[in-house]
């Protein structure tokens, strides 16, 4: 592939406190430039869990206090900071962020492109009064959506189907796939080591429905009274989740770990991964657990055939339905030779279509376009992912 006579120099932008799976993808990418030589920094909330992260990582961190979209003051310093450091790309990882990158290059004239990570399903502009739509038919010069579904929400809010280009989000393969199974997680965790285990990974928040599995698993129970339930996250529905289990009589088979980093272990320790959203974007915790070869059973939410092909490397059941979500988990259960088959084979896809080679590779070309000038309407649509 030629590359662009201006090289990219990328500011990355993201304005959440806590750590999240589009932090974690940020992550990967800023290392994927710095290991390509590419001038990296990020642009990080003071004081929070990404700062501190992406700063043990070797990350060019520059903490900034953002309060909200409609911070000016935190634009001007985004703009001050891109203006010091030459960069030439300013990339959001965030709803908010976007906003703050487009004043910073705008308003306070910048002098950089913009690139809009589009991560999540929700309607563009949703709950407020359709205002926010704005900001996505003006001012930015490519979206990098990590799903084929989310590429179709920019279109009905009006994004040129040019300005858009679809790079799936991925895992650290080697990490997962590398992780051993120990038996001190169970012992850790309370959990006994003939148990059959279901697990989840994601924030405790509405759209992940942890009440869905949680009432699935109830069904699980039923049939298969070594049932225990883990959840790996932390939230604000905490309580509500805890008080769900209790009302449905599985508290005493609910784990919630709150945030772990040891995810890798987390993982080899589930029999099943069972995800239960009813919005995804396409779900990165679905790759981490294809990568350490766990079978999966998930919902039909947004882009999640794009991480999981049905019956091929793993279960898709719809969406807010616990029987369904029950019925998947219990036939692999049953047959467990076909969950692993689709695991193994969830393995492949993953370490072949879903690395950290594949995502700055792709990012690079979105970055070196929009610098050469060649996103537009004459030029080729931004390519589909595998």
Same mark, same amino acid.
Not at 214 to 233: F, H, K, M, N, Y
Not at 244 to 251: E, H, I, P, T, V
């Given at each position: ?179 051993? @199974?120990?038996?001190?997680? &169970? #012992?850790? !965790?309370?959990? =006994? ?8 990974? %994601?924030? +405790? ?101 794009? @991480?999981?092909?049905?019956? &091929? #490397?793993? !279960?898709?059941? =719809? ?8 019925? %998947?988990? +219990? ?56």
């Amino acid at each position: 592939m030629s590359r662009s006579a201006i090289k990219p120099c990328v500011l990355h932008v993201d304005d959440q406190p806590g750590w999240r799976g589009g932090e974690q993808q940020m992550l990967y990418l800023a290392r994927g430039l710095q290991r390509r030589q590419v001038p990296t920094a990020a642009v990080l909330q003071r004081g929070s869990a990404p700062a501190r992260m992406a700063g043990q990582e070797g990350i060019d961190v520059r903490a900034l206090r953002m309060r909200g979209e409609a911070d000016l003051e935190a634009a001007r310093h985004i703009a001050k900071i891109a203006r010091a450091g030459r960069f030439n790309v300013l990339h959001s990882h965030t709803a908010h962020a976007h906003t703050l990158i487009l004043l910073a290059a705008h308003l306070w004239l910048a002098n950089c492109k913009v690139v809009a990570h589009r991560r999540i399903e929700y309607a563009v502009g949703r709950g407020m009064l359709g205002l926010g739509r704005l900001k996505y038919r003006f001012g930015t010069d490519a979206y990098i959506a990590i799903s084929n579904r989310l590429k179709e929400t920019l279109l009905e809010a009006g994004v040129p189907e040019w300005k858009v280009f679809v790079v799936h989000s991925v895992t650290d393969t080697q990490r997962f796939a590398e992780a051993g @199974a120990d038996r001190d997680v &169970r #012992t850790e !965790l309370g959990i =006994p080591q003939d148990a059959f285990v279901v697990g989840n990974i %994601g924030a +405790l928040v509405g759209h992940k429905d942890h009440c869905n599995l949680l009432e699935a698993c109830r069904l699980v129970r039923d049939a298969a009274p070594d049932t225990w339930v883990v959840i790996v996250g932390d939230g604000p529905l905490r309580g509500r989740i805890r008080a769900r289990a209790q009302s449905l009589q599985m508290g005493d088979r609910l784990i919630m770990t709150g945030f772990r980093q040891d995810v890798p272990q987390l993982i080899r320790a589930f029999d099943i991964f069972a995800l239960s959203s009813s919005e995804e974007g396409m779900c990165s915790t679905l790759l981490e657990a294809a990568a350490s070869e766990c079978p999966i059973v998930a919902t039909d939410a947004g882009g999640v055939r794009e @991480a999981v092909l049905p019956d &091929r #490397t793993g !279960l898709v059941v =719809p969406i807010r339905s616990p029987a369904a979500l029950a019925e %998947g988990i +219990l036939q692999l259960r049953r047959d467990p030779q076909r969950g692993r088959e689709m695991a193994r084979r969830g393995k492949h896809r993953v370490e072949t279509h879903f690395n950290v080679d594949l995502l700055t590779e792709r990012t690079l070309e979105v970055y070196e376009r929009v610098l050469r000038g060649t996103v537009g309407a004459q030029w080729p649509l931004g390519y589909c992912a595998d």
